[in-house]
């Protein structure tokens, strides 16, 4: 797992068929003291993150799968916490 911050939403025109339904935010990995940690990152989001909102990331392709009811998800990055 790994924090991050929300930037925004991505919408797309076209999605691959088992991502229909689900939200896509634009969200920054962070490190331990705050500070960015690479380049932003594309996450599926069920829980309702908003901008600006610190969530949880897992980066676990094979939990994301389960999550989505789909073993042909292209996913890797899910959003499954919202800090308080």
């Known amino acids: 797992m790994q924090l991050a911050t929300v930037h925004g ?5 076209v999605k691959y068929p088992a991502m229909t339904g689900w939200r896509m935010l634009v969200v920054q990995p962070l490190m331990a ?7 932003p990152l594309l996450a599926i989001d069920n829980l309702g ?36």
């Open 33 to 39: 003291d705050g500070s960015p940690d690479g380049f």
């Open 9 to 13: 939403n991505a919408t797309a025109t």
């Open 49 to 84: 993150a908003g901008v600006g909102d610190t969530v949880m990331l897992t980066t676990d392709g094979a939990a994301v799968k389960e999550m989505m009811k789909s073993e042909a998800s292209p996913v890797r990055y899910a959003i499954i916490g919202i800090q308080d």
